[in-house]
């Protein structure tokens, strides 16, 4: 079973601070996509990230694809009250045609 | 062009009632996807439709849950006789080929009482 596991599961920091979400597993991916997801709402695509060690810059968002293709991490610097929201990654499973979801990182910047 | 729209938004049903929940995709999607998410959690996998295709249901319940995706209309989860713990948020998600970016819809708050 292809598991994605997220930390931290919850993460409470000042507007202006830097941090860092992992999403990690022990399988390997082909694609992994990093989504936000507000109250209410259903998750909004933020990025794909396809090629190992790959790199991608969205604003203040920095993601990163491990180059085994099994791990990820979004860095966001400078927070502001607008990233207040639960981040997840999915991965595109091996040999399925599902999308596995990770366990989510809920952030919450404060002003 | 209107984005994924889910309805019910919110669905109250007593225990042993039905629920339908309700997911027409994107104009040009042929492919849903049905997510389970309890609070404070990620998504779980449900089901994978093409049109009048399920491609993968792992993820479903084999008992009281069904999935349909019609040539025409809607796609349909089927929930009967609802229990307590069915009590959670249904989202529908629709991309136009397998690998595409997933579009997520609003979802489904399904209350058990």
């Known amino acids: 079973t292809q598991l994605l596991e997220q930390s931290p599961q919850f993460l409470s920091i000042q507007e202006g601070e830097n941090l860092t979400v992992y999403c990690n597993s022990s399988?390997?991916?082909?694609?992994l996509q990093w989504y936000r997801q507000e109250p209410g709402e259903g998750p909004v695509l933020l990025v794909t990230?396809?090629?190992?060690?790959e790199v991608k810059k969205l604003k203040r968002l920095t993601f990163q694809f491990g180059d085994a293709r099994k791990d990820s991490s979004l860095h966001i610097t400078a927070a502001q009250p607008g990233d207040t929201g639960l981040y997840l990654c999915?991965?595109?499973?091996?040999?399925?045609?599902?999308?596995?979801f990770g366990t989510g990182t809920r952030l919450k910047v404060l002003a | 062009n209107a984005g994924v729209m889910q309805n019910p938004r919110h669905l109250v049903r007593r225990r042993g009632q039905e629920a339908r929940l309700r997911c027409s995709p994107m104009?040009?999607?042929?492919?849903v996807y049905w997510y389970r998410q309890l609070p404070e959690e990620g998504l779980k996998f449900m089901v994978y439709?093409?049109?009048?295709?399920?491609?993968?249901e792992s993820g479903m319940p084999k008992e009281r849950f069904s999935a349909e995706f019609p040539k025409e209309g809607p796609s349909i989860l089927r929930i009967q006789q609802v229990v307590r713990g069915d009590s959670a948020a249904y989202f529908c998600?629709?991309?136009?080929?397998?690998?595409?970016?997933?579009?997520f819809g609003s979802g489904t708050q399904l209350s058990v009482l």
């Open positions: 999915a991965g595109e499973g091996s040999g399925t045609y599902k999308y596995i």
């Open positions: 439709l093409q049109k009048e295709n399920i491609i993968d």
């Open positions: 399988s390997v991916f082909s694609s």
């Open positions: 990230v396809v090629t190992g060690g």
């Open positions: 104009k040009g999607h042929s492919h």
């Open positions: 998600a629709s991309s136009p080929d397998w690998g595409e970016k997933l579009f």
